[in-house]
Each structure stands twice: as C-alpha cells, then as structure tokens.
Nanobody, 126 residues
Framework: QVLMVQSGGGLVQAGGSLRVSCAAS????????GAWFRQAPGKERDFVAT????????YYSDSVKGRFTISRDNAKNTMYLQMNSLKPEDTAVYYC???????????????????WGQGIQVTVSS
C-alpha cells in the first residue's frame, strides 16, 4: 500500500517561512517524478513545483519562483517544499504528488499524477 504523509504546515505571518514535508512508504520516491500543488478555497488545484528523480532538475510556477524550493532526500524517501517570503496569496492546502510514468520533470496538470499526499493547510496572515 502506497502512503504519502505530509507534515509541517501551519500559520505564519507574511514574509515568514515554512517547510512542508512528504514522506512516502510503499514506493521509492527516488524512481519517480515528484511535484507540489496547492488549492485555495473555491479554486482549482494549481501547480507549484516539480522535481526529477535525481533531485537535480526542478521547475517552478511563476508565482513562486525565487521564493520556494522543492527538494528531495531519497535516502529518507521524503520530498520537501521550502517556502520563503510567504504572501497571503500563498494561503492554500498544499499537496505532494508522484507521477509513476516519469523520471524527469513533471507535468503542471494534476491529473498526470498517480499518488497524492493528504494535503496540509498553509495559512499566511497579512
């Protein structure tokens, strides 16, 4: 059984930082493409960032580029999203995802992904 358990969300003031984690069991993250998405209330699930199997290749949405960093620790079977200079518009439920069909950078389309974390709330106050 594949499980992807997220942790690390919470409430932070604008300009602050948070790191969310995604620990996988039942599959080896190092073999696949990973990504983070987010969903604000009443909105669609939006692409945030993707990382290739090695952790070397990354790609970000324009809205987070330069502020967020996606990474992975394959030894710990865990993926991370470090979020700096947070803004109120970053408030959303954040989801990690894995695409079992790729090893390179992932798609920005959520339906491309096979497994998802449970989601974790990130709230940025102004």
């Amino acid at each position: 059984q594949v499980l992807m358990v997220q942790s690390g969300g919470g409430l932070v003031q604008a300009g602050g930082s948070l790191r969310v984690s995604c620990a996988a069991s039942g599959l080896s993250l190092s073999s696949y493409t990973g990504a983070w998405f987010r969903q604000a209330p009443g909105k669609e699930r939006d692409f945030v960032a993707t990382i290739d199997w090695s952790g070397v290749g990354t790609y970000y949405s324009d809205s987070v580029k330069g502020r967020f960093t996606i990474s992975r620790d394959n030894a710990k079977n865990t993926m991370y999203l470090q979020m700096n200079s947070l803004k109120p518009e970053d408030t959303a439920v954040y989801y990690c995802a894995v695409d079992l069909k790729r090893i390179g950078l992932g798609s920005s389309i959520s339906t491309s992904y096979d497994y998802w974390g449970q989601g974790i709330q990130v709230t940025v106050s102004s």
